[in-house]
């Protein structure tokens, strides 16, 4: 799959011209560049840079640097969130915000008392948008890459799609049969890929929770506040971020 990081295959200099060319061009693309634009671009010993889009011709561009960026571009911890698909705009919003705290991939789902993406999409179709809407977000951020937004799909599948993370996160309101987020991140400090789960307005259900603990997700509790769908994600992925990611 092609990746929406631009990379370059050599050391790059300040206030100098490169040409981006096949695979590299192809990555600018997916970013819907124009003339004029600022891109993130790395370089060979994935130091970060800014650069400004001078020509762009159809297979092609050519772009002056002209900053270097203190810090890595990439995330060290890659975070898939798993959204259960929330009613009305929240949707959008959640990418959003996901987007600007660095997630990797967005796994949106349908969960037991979840409205489905037929139901939702009945008075405006909106799942079109989520592309656009990280494309936007990860412009405004400055990030190197866009995160991926899988196909909507059911709790099962999204369960599956969590199997390559070390870490695995099922938000729980029920403090008696959850562990604290705290504790158990502390016990995970040196983790590179997690997988974060966040019910609907209603919450999971008992039956979700067993399937989840079998595919190796940890119960967990935020406290004694019960938070808004919208709200979760970006209370976790903050913390997340703080804690293992690129948040000092």
Same mark, same amino acid.
């Given at each position: 799959?092609?990746?929406?990081?631009?990379?370059?295959?050599?050391?790059?200099?300040?206030?100098?011209?490169?040409?981006?060319?096949?695979?590299?061009?192809?990555? %600018?693309? @997916?970013?819907?560049?124009?003339?004029?634009?600022?891109?993130?671009?790395?370089?060979?010993?994935?130091?970060? $840079?800014?650069?400004?889009?001078?020509?762009?011709?159809? &297979?092609?561009?050519?772009?002056?640097?002209?900053? #270097? #960026?203190?810090?890595?571009?990439?995330?060290?911890?890659?975070?898939?969130?798993?959204?259960?698909?929330?009613?009305?705009?929240?949707?959008?919003?959640?990418?959003?915000?996901?987007?600007? @705290?660095?997630?990797?991939?967005?796994?949106? $789902?349908?969960?037991?008392?979840?409205?489905?993406?037929?139901?939702?999409?009945?008075?405006? /179709?909106?799942?079109?948008?989520?592309?656009?809407?990280?494309?936007?977000?990860?412009?405004?951020? #400055? #990030?190197? =890459?866009?995160?991926?937004? %899988?196909? $909507?799909?059911?709790?099962?599948?999204?369960?599956?799609?969590?199997?390559?993370?070390?870490?695995?996160?099922?938000?729980?309101?029920?403090?008696?049969?959850?562990?604290?987020?705290? =504790?158990?991140?502390?016990?995970?400090?040196? *983790?590179? /890929?997690?997988?974060?789960?966040?019910?609907?307005?209603?919450?999971?259900?008992?039956? &979700?929770?067993?399937? *989840?603990?079998?595919?190796?997700?940890?119960?967990?509790?935020?406290?004694?506040?019960? %938070?808004?769908? &919208?709200?979760?994600?970006?209370?976790?992925?903050?913390?997340?971020? $703080?804690?293992?990611?690129?948040?000092?």
């Amino acid at each position: 799959m092609l990746k929406s990081q631009i990379v370059l295959n050599n050391n790059i200099q300040l206030n100098q011209n490169y040409e981006l060319s096949g695979e590299t061009f192809q990555s %600018l693309l @997916l970013w819907e560049p124009h003339r004029g634009e600022i891109v993130s671009i790395q370089d060979i010993s994935s130091e970060s $840079f800014r650069a400004r889009i001078t020509e762009l011709a159809s &297979e092609k561009a050519i772009v002056h640097v002209f900053d #270097r #960026r203190k810090t890595a571009g990439e995330n060290k911890v890659k975070i898939m969130l798993h959204q259960a698909l929330p009613e009305k705009e929240r949707m959008e919003w959640i990418i959003q915000k996901a987007t600007e @705290l660095g997630v990797h991939t967005i796994v949106p $789902f349908k969960s037991q008392r979840s409205i489905s993406l037929e139901q939702r999409e009945q008075k405006q /179709k909106k799942a079109h948008c989520w592309p656009q809407i990280a494309l936007r977000a990860a412009k405004q951020c #400055r #990030r190197p =890459d866009i995160p991926r937004i %899988l196909p $909507f799909c059911s709790f099962q599948e999204s369960l599956h799609f969590a199997q390559p993370s070390q870490v695995r996160i099922f938000l729980w309101e029920k403090p008696s049969d959850a562990a604290n987020l705290g =504790d158990l991140l502390h016990k995970n400090l040196s *983790a590179e /890929k997690i997988s974060l789960m966040i019910g609907p307005e209603g919450g999971f259900s008992d039956q &979700e929770l067993v399937l *989840a603990r079998q595919t190796g997700f940890n119960p967990v509790h935020l406290g004694p506040r019960i %938070l808004r769908t &919208e709200t979760v994600p970006v209370v976790v992925l903050s913390i997340l971020q $703080f804690m293992l990611g690129d948040i000092k």
